[in-house]
């Protein structure tokens, strides 16, 4: 059976579909989720590109619920996960809609970025293309950065390139979809509520359990 490699926009994937779409489904397993996408296909990979969340003052336990899922992935055999970086700073931005517009409204604003991660993303999918890791390779994500990387890969490797959208289909990057071999509109939610984690699991240092507000 053919083997494919996943390649999955962490960050991509939660603003997309789980923070505001479907949050009770956070909890997500990235095997059996890829392994159901591709029937047909042997899934030998599944690479998650995200970084290293920093608590916030609107949210002070984001990074030790983060902490726990990346645990629980790491017990997923065919899963790895490839590191970004994460940045939160203060930056002074002018208002939208300046009261006067000769002399506006400066206010100071934390501004979270997540950095690295297309690139890390596209060049992981290049090198496994040049290796021939794989027979196919499948991108979730709705970046259109992507879109060289994917050329590439088809053109010049002559892979088979699948993109699935985490996005609502209005949302989706037509421009993405067009660069790949195939394409999804856009992941639904059975897809997620069908491949959730357990809520209790063990790994080498212990037991441990989904975060509560999940």
Known sequence: MPTVNFYIDGFNLYYGSLKYRWPQFKWLNLQTLCEGLVPGLTVKRVRYFTAHTQNTLLDPNVASRQQVYLRALATLPKVSIDYGLFTVRPVRMPLTNNPTPTN????????????????????????????????????????????????VARQRFGKRVGVISPRPRRQRSHYLAQAASWSYATINR?????????????????????????
């Not at 934390?110 to 390779?137: G, I, P, Q």
């Not at 259109?144 to 994917?150: E, G, K, R, Y």
């Not at 491949?195 to 441990?208: E, S, V």
């Open 104 to 151: 506006p409204a400066i206010v100071q604003v934390t501004r979270t970025e997540e950095k690295r991660t297309d690139v890390n993303l596209a060049t992981a999918l290049l090198l496994d293309c040049f290796n021939n890791d794989s027979d196919e390779v499948v991108v979730i994500s709705n970046d259109s950065d992507l879109i060289a990387a994917i050329t």
């Open 190 to 214: 059975s897809h997620f509520a069908n491949n959730q984690l357990p809520q209790q699991m063990n790994d080498t240092n212990g037991a441990f359990a989904k975060p509560p507000s999940w």
